[in-house]
């Protein structure tokens, strides 16, 4: 089975600075694909960024990248220039090729201080 | 727009007092999800369909149905809700899920109902 990790429940930073939020992910198999899902107070789950388990380059989307450790099993996500609308929950989340579902991790709540 | 739509959006119950949360999609998308989502825990899938009349269990299934008689609508059923189904809960779909791209793996969400069993 999988398993997703974010080892810290809260995180702030203040606006225009930069913050990285953990992730890490138990898994024997080697097809796979990771994602990160922004949840503002809205609760819609809204996706971030997602990687390739093959693909060695790093994805990045605007102010949103990722530092993809296969080995080590980590995926983290960095949010550059931070905004006050960055201000949400954030879930890690993980899924098989071939299996049904995503599986989660327990969610980073981001705060930004202006 | 393509969307998931979910109704009721909030509701308050009583323990036992059968109550259907429905779900709607208009991407004509295969495969639908439903997950419960607990402080600390995460999202977590309840059950899910890969198409009309199939459907399957996920980690969390007891005390729930589901059906899946229209491609578009997949409503889930609390035959007796209980105070441990308080909970916020989310309808996802996706033309595929599995597949070998990250795209095949992209759901969509609708808003969230969130559910409270007294």
């Known amino acids: 089975a999988q398993t997703v990790t974010q080892s810290q429940p809260e995180m702030s930073v203040q606006e225009a600075e930069t913050v990285t939020l953990s992730c890490t992910y138990d898994?024997?198999?080697?097809?796979?694909?990771l994602f990160w899902y922004k949840q503002p107070p809205s609760r819609q789950m809204i996706l971030v960024i997602r990687?390739?388990?093959?693909?060695?380059q790093n994805a990045t989307e605007n102010r949103f990248s990722v530092n993809f450790q296969k080995a080590a099993k980590s995926f983290s996500l960095k949010i550059s220039d931070s905004q006050l609308g960055d201000a949400a929950m954030y879930f890690c989340?993980?899924?098989?090729?071939?299996?049904?579902?995503?599986?989660f991790g327990q969610g980073t709540r981001l705060t930004i201080n202006p | 727009e393509a969307q998931v739509t979910q109704n009721p959006r909030y509701l308050i119950t009583v323990t036992g007092k059968k109550l259907t949360v429905t779900c709607s999609q208009n991407?004509?998308?295969?495969?639908m999800s439903w997950y419960r989502q607990d402080p600390g825990l995460g999202l977590r899938q309840i059950y899910y369909?890969?198409?009309?009349?199939?459907?399957d269990k996920g980690d969390v299934p007891e005390g729930y149905k589901v059906s899946r008689k229209e491609k578009r609508n997949f409503p889930l059923i609390l035959e007796s809700p209980s105070p441990n189904q308080t909970s916020l809960y989310f309808c996802?779909?996706?033309?595929?899920?599995?597949?070998?791209?990250?795209?095949?793996?992209?759901?969509?969400f609708g808003a969230g109902s969130r559910l409270t069993v007294l």
């Open positions: 369909s890969m198409n009309v009349e199939v459907t």
């Open positions: 996802a779909s996706s033309f595929f899920l599995g597949g070998a791209t990250s795209g095949a793996n992209v759901l969509t």
């Open positions: 991407m004509n998308h295969e495969y």
């Open positions: 898994t024997s198999e080697s097809d796979y694909y």
């Open positions: 990687q390739e388990a093959y693909k060695q």
């Open positions: 989340a993980i899924i098989i090729q071939g299996a049904q579902k995503l599986v």
